[in-house]
């Protein structure tokens, strides 16, 4: 419990941390909210034989954050041509591709991209350490 309380101030207390789980967190109710967007997005997964399809990031089971940000670690090329194949597809709808546009644009930033890095090693931690006790 203790382990979670301090999961949560470490995030909050950093507005790129914030900005990060919440880019995950609209990432995958992107993709969830679509049979054919979960679909081009386990095309592209599937295609690196170490990514993972991402579960939903509780806001409570570091557990299952530190499964999404290690889904979005080891996929993050298949995530960004997943979105630019929806972003291109004309069979879409305008907001669905302006939507899979805007993601793909902020997780392309240098800021995503460290935070990536930074926090799939700090989420393996803390889920290593829970698993320990």
């Not at 203790?2 to 990432?27: H, I, K, M």
Request: glycine share 2%; net charge negative; proline share 2%.
């Amino acid at each position: 419990m203790l382990q979670n309380l301090v999961g949560q101030l470490a995030v909050d207390c950093c507005v790129e941390a914030v900005t990060y789980c919440d880019l995950l967190q609209r990432l995958y109710a992107f993709f969830v909210s679509s049979t054919h967007r979960w679909g081009v997005l386990m095309t592209h997964v599937r295609e690196q034989t170490e990514c993972f399809l991402p579960k939903h990031p509780s806001d409570t089971r570091w557990s299952a954050r530190a499964d999404v940000s290690e889904a979005f670690y080891k996929g993050y090329h298949q995530f960004q041509s997943a979105l630019q194949e929806i972003c291109l597809d004309a069979t879409q709808n305008s907001s669905t591709r302006n939507e899979a546009d805007a993601l793909a644009k902020h997780k392309n930033t240098i800021e995503i991209a460290l935070m990536c890095e930074l926090w799939n090693d700090v989420l393996q931690r803390f889920n290593s350490s829970s698993k320990l006790l």
